[in-house]
């Protein structure tokens, strides 16, 4: 008999000491690494956990605990190019400041090559050669040729037209870079007042991907896009150029809507793209305005990578350059590339787990990881392997561990499970593009058999937690867009532990007077009467958003608090920030969001959202019944 258990391993949480790889650290018959669980044998021997294997050593293994890093040379040298897709259909003023962020960034040392593709308003797409614009290379969505390989993703066609006008002057040093950008902002143009703008997104990410293929394996390739508006032509189209033509809203997956149709196809079309270029491994990653009219949703086959997405209300938000700013410090510094994952267990030695690629913010690391186990054995011991490079040189992490055959259930180990089941059922969604109701009921019943998995706990916190989580995007469409709602659900994929859990039911700081420091407010949010205190500074932070509502005492500790969070290099995407007065419009908004309502604002709301009474009532009754 074995049942699975559910981990959620953070590998790079913690900070654990390097050391050069030892090849006699491996076990030559299964590949585990030594443990300092392993028995020592005499003759200079080690034995393995997982195969009981004897393994030679020249002497005395030595590692500083159960989890360490074992460092290598990289083969090859790490060259990092990227592709840089601007969308041009937009106001002048908004790509001006678009052009001015990205020419600050060019002009840093960065000796990295950059291509420039733009999407015009009238339906084409230019690659920007170096020798100057005759040179260009320019793809219509008018012309046949054009039209009908994009839909057969047929990369010999534009290569063909890519080369017949050399096709090593798209790459831009940074010299050159700033220049080009700057002749850039010069072709805004926004769409007609009676049409939408012509806009090609889905060619302009297939060239891009075309001109990522054609480096080296080894080169290392961020296709980077800064959009405005949806696809209207072409494959990846998402909404027709007639105004009077709405977008697919939430209800629409429910049924053969033809807007959810296009929807599915523009998703299949992104799918079918990404398995085209898998081997090269390009990273997509999306700078986006405008959220609601972008399409996310069905270009989400491309958002393989962490925290692939920031979204901003204009590229004149003074939040965009923070972000983008952070975006390419965590690129220098933090990002790893070629991740792979392995488990080692004495059931059933080595599973190979599918993990990102590439990681930009690696502490933000946070896998769900299901691991069947033998139920006789009291002790199973697993070990976690996760080798990855950077630009200096190449890693092999390895954790070794025990795992209880009953895990004991605090408050811990609850957020543990809630942060689970929410990375859980957002993958379902995405991972299956299935936004219709049917499977929200479906996920709202695994929401049920959660609160029986979990035994001997204060239930209040549990039921509390789920409900959160039941009012969360995950599992209530109200009040999203569907593209609002595939942003939160990749949050939740790619967010630490905390920010995850904050997302679902925000964490409140206080400031304490006696530990001089801002603490987290244990309570119920459901029976607080905090929000009717006027005197005090709360600083709340639901993982995407920072709000400092603020009272009459700590006004400026609660300022400083904030400004901390905000600037944590790790929090990406940047947060929103907020700052309220009490009583204020924002503030109403605020308690909307934090405090579930009762049955007085179910009336005000006529909404078919359970309360929370009703939602404890109902769990409460089912569970006793069991
Ligand atoms: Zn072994």
């Given at each position: 008999m074995s049942s699975p258990i559910d981990l959620l391993y953070e590998p790079f949480s913690h900070h654990d000491l390097a050391q050069p790889f030892d090849p006699?650290?491996?076990?030559?018959?299964?590949?585990a690494f030594y443990s300092m669980d392993c028995p020592l044998r005499e003759q200079n021997l080690w034995s393995c956990l997982f195969c009981s294997r004897s393994n030679p050593m020249d002497r005395t293994p030595l590692v500083s605990s159960d989890a360490y890093t074992l460092t290598s040379e990289r083969k090859g040298t790490f060259e990092r190019r990227t592709v840089m897709v601007i969308?041009?259909?937009?106001?002048p003023h908004e790509l001006d400041h678009l052009i001015a962020t990205l020419c600050n960034a060019a002009a840093s040392k960065d000796s990295e090559l950059t291509c420039v593709i733009t999407i015009q308003d009238s339906g084409s797409v230019t690659v920007h050669n170096t020798v100057g614009q005759k040179r260009n290379a320019v793809f219509s969505i008018d012309d046949f040729m054009t039209h009908y390989n994009l839909d057969k993703l047929n990369v010999k066609h534009f290569e063909k037209k890519l080369r017949?006008?050399?096709?090593?002057?798209?790459w831009f040093a940074h010299d050159s870079l700033k220049k080009q950008l700057q002749e850039i902002s010069k072709t805004a143009k926004e769409g007609s007042k009676s049409k939408r703008g012509k806009r090609c997104t889905g060619l302009a990410l297939f060239i891009a991907s075309i001109l990522a293929s054609q480096?080296?394996?080894?080169t290392c390739c961020h296709i980077v896009s800064f959009l405005n508006g949806?696809?209207?032509?072409?494959?990846?189209?998402?909404?027709?150029?007639?105004?009077r033509k709405h977008m697919r809203q939430?209800?629409?997956?429910?049924?053969?809507n033809p807007n959810s149709k296009l929807s599915r196809s523009s998703w299949k079309f992104y799918e079918e793209l990404f398995k085209k270029f898998k081997q090269q491994k390009s990273n997509y990653e999306f700078f986006i305005?405008?959220?609601?009219?972008?399409?996310l949703l069905e270009m989400g086959p491309l958002v393989?990578?962490?925290?692939a997405v920031s979204q901003f209300d204009?590229?004149?938000?003074e939040r965009f350059v923070r972000c983008f700013q952070k975006y390419l410090r965590l690129r220098n510094e933090n990002a790893i590339y070629n991740c792979k994952m392995k488990i080692l267990t004495a059931e059933n030695t080595s599973i190979v787990y599918e993990i990102p690629?590439?990681?930009?913010?690696?502490?933000?690391?946070?896998l769900p990881v299901e691991i069947s186990l033998d139920n006789r054995s009291t002790k199973n011991s697993v070990q976690l392997q996760i080798t990855f490079e950077n630009s200096e040189q190449a890693y092999t992490k390895i954790e070794t561990f025990v795992l209880p055959a009953q895990p004991k259930t605090d408050l811990f180990q609850i957020q543990k499970i809630i942060a689970i089941a929410m990375k859980k059922m957002a993958s379902q969604i995405t991972g299956d593009f299935d936004y219709s109701s049917k499977h929200t009921k479906e996920l709202n019943k695994q929401l049920a058999s959660l609160l029986r998995q979990?035994?001997?706990?204060?239930k209040d916190k549990i039921i509390e937690w789920c409900y959160y989580l039941y009012k969360s995007p995950i599992l209530s469409s109200r009040n999203t867009s569907p593209d609002e709602r595939y942003l939160f659900l990749h949050q939740v994929l790619n967010s630490s532990r905390n920010v995850c859990l904050s997302l679902c039911k925000p964490l409140i700081w206080n400031y304490n007077d006696s530990k001089h420091d801002w603490v987290v407010l244990d309570i119920s949010l459901a029976r607080t009467?905090?929000?009717?205190?006027?005197n005090t500074t709360l600083c709340i932070d639901g993982g995407s958003y920072v709000i400092l509502r603020i009272g009459e005492r700590f006004q400026r500790e609660g300022q400083e608090f904030c400004c901390k969070l905000l600037n944590d290099?790790?929090?990406?995407?940047q947060p929103l920030y907020v700052e309220t007065e009490i009583g204020g419009s924002q503030d109403r908004f605020l308690k909307s969001k934090i405090v579930p309502f009762d049955a007085s604002d179910k009336k005000i709301l006529d909404t078919e959202d359970m309360t929370f009474r009703d939602f404890f009532n109902l769990y409460t009754s089912s569970t006793e019944n069991k």
């Open positions: 006699n650290l491996k076990c030559a018959g299964c590949g969308d041009a259909v937009c106001g017949a006008t050399h096709s090593t002057s798209y480096c080296a394996l080894s949806p696809c209207t032509k072409g494959a990846g189209e998402v909404l027709s150029r007639e105004r939430n209800y629409h997956f429910d049924s053969e305005s405008s959220l609601d009219q972008i399409g393989n990578s962490s925290m204009s590229f004149n938000d690629d590439y990681v930009l913010n690696p502490k933000n690391l946070s979990v035994q001997g706990i204060d009467p905090m929000f009717q205190d006027g290099l790790q929090r990406f995407t």
